[in-house]
Nanobody, 129 residues
Framework: QLQLVESGGALVQPGGSLRLSCAAS????????IGWFRQAPGKEREGVSCIGPDGSTSNVATSVKGRFTISRDNVKNTVYLQMNSLKPEDSGVYYC??????????????????????WGQGTQVTVSS
């Protein structure tokens, strides 16, 4: 069973940057499509970005395009989300997730949380002055 652990969330001022990490414990992340999602209080979970196993495939939500970049280091068994030019509306709990099966392509243009089965516990990002 794939266990995902997010880290890197923090309080940051508007315009600032953060890099989130998603690591897998006791399992190899390199065979999985990985998605990043966020959820603000009172709002539905929103797909932010996703990436394929070798990093050649990726998608980014329109709301963060040009500001957020997803990448992965399969040697370190970690997927990253680099977030620049942060805005208060980027605040929320950020989760990484993976589908049930390795190499199952869930990295579609609309990043749908219902297609993902393994979830981390989340990391809080707060953008505020």
């Amino acid at each position: 069973q794939l266990q995902l652990v997010e880290s890197g969330g923090a309080l940051v001022q508007p315009g600032g940057s953060l890099r989130l990490s998603c690591a897998a414990s006791a399992s190899a992340l390199e065979h999985y499509y990985i998605g990043w999602f966020r959820q603000a209080p009172g709002k539905e979970r929103e797909g932010v970005s996703c990436i394929g196993p070798d990093g050649s495939t990726s998608n980014v939500a329109t709301s963060v395009k040009g500001r957020f970049t997803i990448s992965r280091d399969n040697v370190k068994n970690t997927v990253y989300l680099q977030m620049n030019s942060l805005k208060p509306e980027d605040s929320g709990v950020y989760y990484c997730a993976a589908p049930w099966s390795p190499y199952w392509d869930v990295c579609t243009r609309v990043i749908d949380p219902d297609r993902y089965d393994y979830w981390g516990q989340g990391t809080q990002v707060t953008v505020s002055s």
